[in-house]
């Protein structure tokens, strides 16, 4: 089983839509979690952070945890073409303060949001 | 400006040759690291580096090696013995905060290493 494992896509959502990614660990110990967006030959660009179970929303963005299911996701709500990119889910093994900033990436899903 | 960069944007090896790719930083980060991502591929962690002078080989150490011996720098050079290298490589800093699990890390633009 894969550490950090997304949703295979890829995935096509109409203008305006709600997009959802997702994303599951295999780490019970992971405690924070990433989501990066990466347009097509750039670098990762970090869209949020997340670490308590729950809803945690910025702008159209939205990531959602649950640690019991071991399972994060991210919902991008009016999807623009401009969101049309590679998401990257990132798992950070943190434990006890010594492996701190060391992240899993996940396989990534690409998004295509059509007019 | 702050940042990472990275150089050269592109770069091409010849078989048997080894390589330097250069990352910079002036973010004041502590801790940089080196990832590989082949195509329609998450990243892999190469080495990374908590405090100047140290470093810590990441899940695919074998035929790269770091150095880190300014704060500001991190370079990876690819050796010959890496068998398959053409993918594209980046590098990230953060601010490495102990105990902080929400240390993110940030992104240079990347080198697309090309073996001829």
């Known amino acids: 089983q894969k550490e950090v494992e997304q949703n295979s896509g890829p995935l096509s959502v109409p203008e305006g839509a709600i997009a959802s990614l997702n994303c599951t660990y295999s780490d019970r110990g992971s405690q924070s979690f990433f989501w990066y967006r990466q347009y097509s030959g750039k670098s990762p660009e970090l869209i949020m952070f997340?670490?308590?179970?729950g809803d945690k929303e910025d702008g159209r963005f939205t990531a959602q945890l649950n640690k019991a299911s071991q399972y994060v996701s991210l919902l991008i709500r009016d999807s623009q073409p401009s969101d049309s990119a590679t998401y990257l889910c990132a798992v950070n093994n943190h434990a006890g303060g010594t492996s701190y900033g060391k992240l899993t990436f996940g396989q990534g899903t690409i998004l295509t949001v059509h007019p | 400006d702050g940042g990472i960069t990275q150089s050269p944007k592109y770069l091409f090896r010849k078989e048997g040759q080894n390589v330097t790719l250069s990352c910079e930083q002036n973010l004041n980060h502590d801790a940089m690291y080196w990832y590989r991502q082949d195509p329609g591929q998450g990243l892999r962690l190469i080495y990374y580096?908590?405090?100047?002078?140290?470093?810590q080989k990441g899940d695919i150490a074998e035929g790269y090696s770091v150095s880190r011996e300014k704060k500001e720098s991190f370079p990876l050079t690819v050796t010959s013995a890496q068998k398959n290298p053409t993918a594209f490589y980046l590098c990230?800093?953060?601010?490495?905060?102990?105990?902080?699990?929400?240390?993110?890390?940030?992104f240079g633009p990347g080198t697309r290493l090309t073996v001829l």
């Open positions: 990230a800093s953060s601010i490495s905060l102990a105990g902080a699990f929400t240390d993110t890390q940030y």
């Open positions: 580096s908590q405090i100047v002078n140290d470093f």
């Open positions: 997340i670490y308590s179970n």
